[in-house]
């Protein structure tokens, strides 16, 4: 059964650490709080006994029920000290898969991240660990203790009660059986309609996500975008609602029936207790007291037992995330690669379902050459990239590096030697030094730093502020942080490819948000600074590419051209329209600068 599964699953993953100090900790809490249950049933019939029948002097008669109380009171305290510790564990147990879970997504594959089924895979994982103690896979295991040491404290306090009378036990039973029953028609609705809930709040999660970010604000103000997202979120907002409800219907007449029918077992069982003659006042304490405590924690294990069954539903998604994504390196030890001397692709093609983004692509790039690659948005130009970069396998086709195929070399090595800068590159909310060197502070090479804000004309900037490359970029984390132009953040991106020192550097739009005079001397001082090197421009403005020597057409995911702008002009239709229509916008802008 998959949910059996599921529960064995997580609870072996809990006992994977410190399995001995949770055993340990477990069994003293269990003989704990089992004594403590007998001494809440037995303490009150024990006091009219002694006082009814006293055996020593009035004072030392309450000296003794004092200090019985004070037993029974320090059981309390200890059990509840060790609960904590139990749910210390458990915590801990959740907190240890926060890093877990970021890891296994930094090594999934980029084709599995992009996919809708990956997204919804993710955000359910992320529910299932951020949730905290009372969802997810932290629950399963707190509930599940909670109903093994609830249990023998049902045993205990059951042998006490049997011992008077064993047809008690059977009705207390019986009572918390069909609750039980009752509740689990509840569970199966859950979790026969939780995957409806998942898929609302895994679209509400993105809006989310876009809505905090301080970049989507401008472009909501200026469209006014406010009615088409209030439609958007009163739409997910009523779909979880309208699941919540459902839910609740389920639950409150689940409840309704679980109170009725404990209501007549408590009655019936009662009324036998009045109608016996032979039991004595102690002994009708003992039962009434047994029967809360068995009642009280009859309903703890139906609690615990349900809330397990409907957090499997949690664990089910964890484990399958956990299992999900391909491995990103699916042969382990592959040899490192010192230097990407050529890289080579013959016919690939790539698809996502049925449609094919990239069709029989072929180039092939030594080092020290450099070329451009042009084309309108959609011509698949990033797309081709992020294959040649590893981030998406392909198709059909082959990629070798130097001669070998791809996947012979190690995934980690190869990303040592690319450096890209996409056109949607972020900057983190870290300092200059870490957003340009992309490493932990104690290995940054802050002279390095220094030397490539030079390069791309930044030093004397970054220094005039007043903690210099330290300063944090972006002021949501830090009031001094600092805001930068867009030219500023293309920069310091290109920076960040010079820190690197890669073999195969590529750059996707790199001066888009540059002037054509500014963009004119970045390619200048790109193609000085990696003259060495493999370079790939990606650009759907040509104005600043026609030095190129090799210059490749794309349209609709075809090379359609390559060669010199020269030779383009004359051979490729396509490249020569898009030349004659950039050039027109150019010209017209020359002349309204003149005017």
């Given at each position: 059964?998959?949910?059996?599964?599921?529960?064995?699953?997580?609870?072996?993953?809990?006992?994977?650490?410190?399995?001995?100090?949770?055993?340990?900790?477990?069994?003293?809490?269990?003989?704990?709080?089992?004594?403590?249950?007998?001494?809440?049933?037995?303490?009150?019939?024990?006091?009219?006994?002694?006082?009814?029948?006293?055996?020593?002097?009035?004072?030392?008669?309450?000296?003794?029920?004092?200090?019985?109380?004070?037993?029974?009171?320090?059981?309390?305290?200890?059990?509840?000290?060790?609960?904590?510790?139990?749910?210390?564990?458990?915590?801990?147990?959740?907190?240890?898969?926060?890093?877990?879970?970021?890891?296994?997504?930094?090594?999934?594959?980029?084709?599995?991240?992009?996919?809708?089924?990956?997204?919804?895979?993710?955000?359910?994982?992320?529910?299932?660990?951020?949730?905290?103690?009372?969802?997810?896979?932290?629950?399963?295991?707190?509930?599940t203790l909670q109903a093994v040491r609830t249990s023998i404290q049902v045993i205990i306090v059951a042998l006490v009660l049997g011992y008077f009378n064993p047809w008690l036990i059977l009705i207390v039973a019986a009572i918390n059986l069909v609750e039980y029953a009752l509740q689990r028609i509840?569970?199966?609705?859950?979790?026969?309609?939780?995957?409806?809930?998942?898929?609302?709040?895994?679209?509400?999660?993105?809006?989310?996500?876009?809505?905090?970010?301080?970049?989507?604000?401008?472009?909501?103000?200026?469209?006014?975008?406010?009615?088409?997202?209030?439609?958007?979120?009163?739409?997910?907002?009523?779909?979880?609602?309208?699941?919540?409800?459902?839910?609740?219907?389920?639950?409150?007449?689940?409840?309704?029936?679980?109170?009725?029918?404990?209501?007549?077992?408590?009655?019936?069982?009662?009324?036998?207790?009045?109608?016996?003659?032979?039991?004595?006042?102690?002994?009708?304490?003992?039962?009434?007291?047994?029967?809360?405590?068995?009642?009280?924690?009859?309903?703890?294990?139906?609690?615990?037992?349900?809330?397990?069954?409907?957090?499997?539903?949690?664990?089910?998604?964890?484990?399958?995330?956990?299992?999900?994504?391909?491995?990103?390196?699916?042969?382990?030890?592959?040899?490192?690669?010192?230097?990407?001397?050529?890289?080579?692709?013959?016919?690939?093609?790539?698809?996502?379902?049925?449609?094919?983004?990239?069709?029989?692509?072929?180039?092939?790039?030594?080092?020290?050459?450099?070329?451009?690659?042009?084309?309108?948005?959609?011509?698949?130009?990033?797309?081709?990239?992020?294959?040649?970069?590893?981030?998406?396998?392909?198709?059909?086709?082959?990629?070798?590096?130097?001669?070998?195929?791809?996947?012979?070399?190690?995934?980690?090595?190869?990303?040592?030697?690319?450096?890209?800068?996409?056109?949607?590159?972020?900057?983190?909310?870290?300092?200059?030094?870490?957003?340009?060197?992309?490493?932990?502070?104690?290995?940054?090479?802050?002279?390095?730093?220094?030397?490539?804000?030079?390069?791309?004309?930044?030093?004397?900037?970054?220094?005039?502020?007043?903690h210099g490359v330290r300063t944090m970029i972006g002021n949501e984390l830090d009031p001094d942080g600092i805001s930068l132009s867009g030219g500023q953040k293309e920069e310091l991106l290109f920076a960040r490819v010079l820190y690197k020192d890669a073999d195969l550097n590529i750059l996707d739009?790199?001066?888009?948000?540059?002037?054509?005079?500014?963009?004119?001397?970045?390619?200048?001082?790109?193609?000085?600074?990696?003259?060495?090197?493999?370079?790939?421009?990606?650009?759907?403005?040509?104005?600043?590419?026609?030095?190129?020597?090799?210059?490749?057409?794309?349209?609709?995911?075809?090379?359609?051209?390559?060669?010199?702008?020269?030779?383009?002009?004359?051979?490729?239709?396509?490249?020569?329209?898009?030349?004659?229509?950039?050039?027109?916008?150019?010209?017209?802008?020359?002349?309204?600068?003149?005017?």
């Amino acid at each position: 059964m998959r949910s059996a599964g599921d529960w064995t699953y997580i609870m072996r993953l809990f006992g994977k650490q410190r399995r001995a100090a949770k055993i340990l900790l477990f069994l003293i809490d269990c003989v704990v709080g089992a004594a403590y249950a007998g001494f809440v049933v037995s303490f009150p019939a024990l006091v009219v006994h002694l006082i009814q029948q006293p055996i020593l002097p009035g004072l030392s008669t309450v000296l003794v029920i004092l200090a019985i109380a004070l037993v029974g009171y320090g059981l309390n305290i200890l059990d509840t000290h060790l609960q904590d510790g139990l749910t210390q564990f458990t915590f801990d147990f959740r907190f240890d898969y926060i890093p877990v879970f970021s890891g296994l997504i930094f090594n999934w594959r980029q084709a599995d991240i992009d996919s809708v089924q990956g997204k919804a895979v993710i955000d359910q994982a992320y529910e299932a660990i951020y949730n905290g103690g009372n969802d997810g896979i932290g629950a399963v295991v707190d509930n599940t203790l909670q109903a093994v040491r609830t249990s023998i404290q049902v045993i205990i306090v059951a042998l006490v009660l049997g011992y008077f009378n064993p047809w008690l036990i059977l009705i207390v039973a019986a009572i918390n059986l069909v609750e039980y029953a009752l509740q689990r028609i509840a569970n199966a609705w859950f979790a026969k309609h939780k995957q409806e809930e998942n898929q609302i709040a895994s679209y509400q999660s993105y809006f989310t996500r876009m809505l905090m970010k301080r970049s989507s604000g401008k472009d909501i103000r200026l469209f006014n975008l406010f009615p088409l997202l209030h439609q958007h979120f009163t739409v997910l907002a009523d779909g979880i609602v309208a699941w919540q409800q459902r839910y609740t219907r389920v639950t409150t007449l689940v409840g309704g029936l679980q109170v009725a029918v404990n209501a007549l077992g408590i009655l019936g069982t009662l009324l036998f207790l009045i109608q016996s003659q032979t039991v004595s006042i102690e002994n009708i304490i003992v039962f009434i007291t047994a029967m809360q405590v068995l009642n009280a924690r009859f309903t703890t294990i139906r609690q615990a037992l349900s809330e397990v069954g409907r957090n499997l539903s949690y664990a089910a998604n964890f484990r399958a995330f956990l299992g999900y994504a391909q491995p990103l390196e699916p042969t382990p030890n592959l040899p490192a690669i010192d230097q990407i001397q050529s890289v080579r692709l013959q016919d690939v093609s790539f698809a996502v379902g049925s449609a094919t983004l990239l069709h029989h692509v072929s180039l092939a790039l030594a080092a020290g050459q450099s070329l451009a690659i042009v084309g309108e948005n959609g011509a698949g130009k990033t797309t081709l990239i992020k294959l040649i970069c590893g981030l998406y396998p392909p198709t059909a086709g082959t990629i070798t590096i130097n001669g070998q195929p791809r996947t012979a070399w190690s995934t980690a090595s190869l990303r040592d030697r690319i450096a890209v800068e996409f056109q949607d590159d972020i900057l983190l909310h870290f300092t200059i030094a870490e957003n340009i060197a992309l490493v932990v502070p104690e290995k940054i090479d802050y002279d390095r730093v220094d030397r490539m804000l030079q390069e791309v004309g930044m030093l004397d900037f970054v220094q005039h502020l007043s903690h210099g490359v330290r300063t944090m970029i972006g002021n949501e984390l830090d009031p001094d942080g600092i805001s930068l132009s867009g030219g500023q953040k293309e920069e310091l991106l290109f920076a960040r490819v010079l820190y690197k020192d890669a073999d195969l550097n590529i750059l996707d739009e790199p001066t888009a948000a540059l002037d054509p005079l500014a963009e004119k001397q970045f390619y200048a001082l790109a193609s000085a600074k990696l003259k060495d090197k493999m370079v790939i421009f990606i650009s759907h403005r040509l104005g600043s590419l026609t030095v190129q020597s090799q210059i490749m057409v794309m349209k609709d995911g075809r090379i359609i051209g390559l060669g010199s702008h020269a030779e383009l002009l004359a051979s490729c239709a396509y490249y020569r329209q898009l030349w004659e229509a950039q050039k027109t916008l150019y010209a017209a802008g020359d002349q309204n600068e003149e005017n």
